[in-house]
C-alpha cells in the first residue's frame, strides 16, 4: 500500500543546507533584490516567511522590514530558529502553513520559496497566503517546475515527471529514499494554482540580467552555455526548472 502523504515534520532534520548561513544568504540576497526591484522601499512592510525551517532567511530579513515572522510546522526547525535568531523584530512561529495563525490582511508581504510541493494541500496553502495579505499586498513565489530536467531535491532526472509509484521505485534503486513525496505542478498547473493573484514575472529578467538578481552562482555570463540560455530561455519557457513570480493580491 503506498503510504498516505502527510505533512514532512522533520524536513530539516539532518540537512545542514537549511542551516548554512552563507548557501541561505546567497538565496537572501536574490530574495531581496527581487522584492526591492518591486517595491523599493520595503522598510515600512510587515514581512511572513512561510515554511521559515531554521530561519537564517527569516533573520536576514530583520533588516529590511518593520516586522518579520517565521512559520513553520517542523519543530526542531523552529526551536533552532530561536535558539540562533535573536531580534525583537522577528518572531518564530510553529504553525501549519495551510492554516496560519494570523487574521485576515494581516501582513504586507509573503515570502513563498520553495514551498508549496511540501504541504500536503498547495491549493489550501495559496488560499492562505492570499487571506493573510493586505489588500495590494504581495508574495515572493520561487516554485519549482515538474517538469524540470533535474530534480532539484534528490538531483535524479526526470525524477518529477514520473507516476508516484515509479517515483518511489526510482527513489529506491538509486539509494535516495523510499518515499518521493514532494508534489511539483506544471507551469499550467502553477498559473492555476496562483490564478487570484496578479502576476509579475522575474524569471527572464533574472536570466537575462544575473548580476543584478544576485544569481552569478547560477548563471557564468562568461560562457557559451549561458548565452545559450539567454537566447533560449523565452522559447524554452515552459521547462524552465524554476519560477520566480511576484504575486500582487487583487
Known amino acids: 500500500m503506498t503510504p498516505k502523504r502527510g505533512y514532512q515534520l522533520h524536513l530539516s532534520r539532518g540537512d545542514t543546507v537549511l542551516k548554512d548561513k552563507q548557501g541561505r544568504g546567497q538565496k537572501f540576497k536574490k530574495i531581496l533584490s527581487v522584492l526591492k526591484d518591486f517595491q523599493l522601499e520595503t522598510r515600512s512592510l510587515t514581512c511572513l516567511d512561510v515554511g521559515c525551517s531554521s530561519g537564517v532567511i527569516t533573520s536576514f530579513l530583520q533588516d529590511h522590514f518593520s516586522r518579520v515572522i ?73 516554485a519549482g517546475n515538474r517538469h524540470m530536467i533535474m530534480e532539484g531535491h534528490y538531483h535524479l532526472p526526470f525524477l518529477s515527471w514520473f507516476p508516484k509509484s515509479v517515483g518511489h521505485l526510482y527513489l529506491r534503486l538509486f539509494g535516495k529514499g523510499t518515499f518521493y513525496y514532494e508534489e511539483h505542478l506544471s507551469l499550467q498547473e502553477l498559473k492555476e494554482l496562483v490564478r487570484k493573484f496578479e502576476i509579475h514575472d522575474y524569471t527572464l529578467p533574472i536570466i537575462r540580467n544575473p548580476s543584478q538578481f544576485f544569481a552569478t552562482d547560477l548563471f557564468d555570463t562568461r560562457t557559451v552555455s549561458y548565452r545559450f540560455v539567454r537566447w533560449s530561455a523565452p522559447l524554452l519557457y515552459r521547462w524552465i526548472p524554476t519560477y520566480i513570480w511576484i504575486l500582487k493580491k487583487k
Open 70 to 142: 517565521g512559520i513553520d510546522i517542523d519543530q526542531e526547525a523552529v526551536q533552532y530558529a530561536h535558539a540562533h535568531g535573536t531580534s525583537p523584530h522577528v518572531r518564530f512561529l510553529i504553525g501549519d502553513a495551510m492554516a496560519i495563525p494570523l487574521k485576515g490582511e494581516a501582513v504586507d508581504l509573503v515570502i513563498c520559496n520553495h514551498i508549496y510541493e511540501h504541504v500536503p494541500d498547495a491549493k489550501q496553502l495559496m488560499e492562505e497566503i492570499y487571506r493573510v495579505l493586505k489588500k495590494g499586498g504581495f508574495c515572493y513565489f520561487a
